[in-house]
């Protein structure tokens, strides 16, 4: 059996609030970069970290990198779900964005692309696809540092729900704000001897 600890980033200036930056680029709070310290304990040690191109995760790992003198390899298929343009958002706040989100969610087209640089809702659940077929191939033990969505859309695919359509996609937008997800949350996936993942809060 393989294990496989998923993380969520810490506190990012975008969950705080603040006002919005290119995605790849929004940084840890203060908050944040402390609770990315105290995240060290709760981890197993591990020679194998990967985490997403976003600064938010790798600031996330680096004290645990710093801690075991490691350095961390980047996974590209553990990437945000990034849907809004930062020219449709650019300047807004949090609280700002929240109609424009909730607008592109209940428009619910999994093939819409709003703007340079982001995603399809079809684009990302492929990149689930991808890391479970590519997480068979990465150590035992490995860490990897990603987001609450790309996690809650892991543990939809695993609970056996497709996320093809308009209403699936509608379903699933349902069903993550029920799945506990805090910054830092750490799940365990694990591969059992008969190749077939099974997922689970881990803290």
Known sequence: ?????????????ANSGAKSL????IPLSEQ???????????????????????????????????????TAQILPELNEFSYLPLSLIDGLNG?????????????ANPLEKCGENTDS?????????HFLHQAKTLPDQSLCFTHGIWI????????????NTSED???????????????????????????TWQISSFT
């Open 1 to 13: 059996m393989k294990t496989i600890y998923l993380i969520r980033h810490a506190e990012s200036l």
């Open 121 to 129: 809702f079809a684009e990302f659940n492929q990149r689930i696809v």
């Open 169 to 195: 996609m509608r379903k699933f937008r349902q069903f993550q704000p029920h799945l506990p997800m805090p910054n830092t949350a750490i799940w365990r996936l694990n591969l059992s001897t008969e190749q």
């Open 95 to 107: 609280e700002q964005r929240r109609p424009i989100s909730q607008a592109y969610w209940q428009r």
């Open 152 to 163: 809650a859309l892991l543990v939809w695919r695993l609970l056996g729900f497709s996320a």
């Open 32 to 70: 944040g970069q402390r609770q990315a310290q105290g995240i060290i304990p709760h981890l197993p040690p591990s020679q194998h970290v990967f985490t997403s191109e976003f600064v938010r995760t790798q600031q996330t790992a680096q004290p645990y990198l710093q801690h075991y003198q490691l």
């Open 22 to 25: 290119p995605d790849k680029d």
